[in-house]
């Protein structure tokens, strides 16, 4: 399979736990994006790689996120200190430089 | 203003007629233009793109952008009950150096058999 993968598909955690997910992009892509979506938006923006700089972070990130890159290839993000409000569809995407987006399957993260 | 602005719908069409979905964006030096497909529960999936003002067709799809009119659609033909997903409306523009990508709410299409 040469598509994007994450892992886990599915995570339920309780409120306070950390959980991390990765990312596996299409071989060839030297750019990584994670987005977040709950139901009925569309995704929302989360963080940018370039190979393994994080080059944009955004504003609604809270400190609880974090996003690694470190080979350039995989990416993980971990969330500390879940709350309720973290459950959502999280995204990942990978693209050639400024070409289109090709999203991953997604990890579905419900906080109880 | 949001960004990037599209109707949630539902929009029904028959099976057989044409869908037209409609996306408004705000930032005039956006790029590129994307429409994604999502299913229920599954994540978006490319179906067109299109970087130049007027029509871009592939098979029963068809891109419109009108950038002074800071629009684009996506037209539909011979809809299929299959057709029935969301439609996110994606853009492009300028932040920080690099393009960051804006996405509609999404219009949900129900085509009905």
């Known amino acids: 399979d040469t598509g994007v993968s994450q892992n886990p598909r599915h995570k339920i955690t309780k409120r306070g736990q950390n959980v991390t997910f990765r990312c596996d992009p299409i071989s060839e892509h030297n750019r990584l994006y994670w987005y977040r979506q709950t139901l009925g938006q569309g995704p929302e923006f989360l963080t940018y790689f370039q190979n393994e700089a994080q080059l944009e972070k955004s504003r609604l990130l809270s400190d609880r996120f974090s996003a690694e890159r470190p080979k350039g290839s995989f990416s993980t993000l971990e969330i500390q200190r879940t709350e309720q409000g973290d459950s959502a569809m999280y995204l990942c995407a990978s693209s050639l430089e400024n070409r289109q987006e090709i999203f991953g399957p997604g990890t579905r993260l419900t906080v109880t | 203003q949001k960004e990037v602005e599209q109707n949630s719908g539902p929009l029904s069409v028959p099976e057989g007629a044409i869908a037209s979905l409609n996306c408004t964006y705000s930032d005039r030096v956006s790029q590129s233009f994307f429409w994604y497909r999502q299913y229920s529960g599954k994540s978006p999936e490319l179906i067109m793109s299109?970087?130049?003002?007027g029509d871009k067709e592939d098979g029963r799809f068809t891109a419109q952008l009108n950038k002074a009119s800071q629009y684009v659609s996506l037209l539909i033909r011979d809809s299929q009950p299959s057709d029935s997903a969301t439609y996110l409306c994606a853009v492009t523009g300028i932040a920080g150096g690099y393009q960051k990508v804006t996405f509609g709410i999404g219009t949900k299409l129900q085509v009905i058999p």
């Open positions: 299109i970087y130049s003002n």
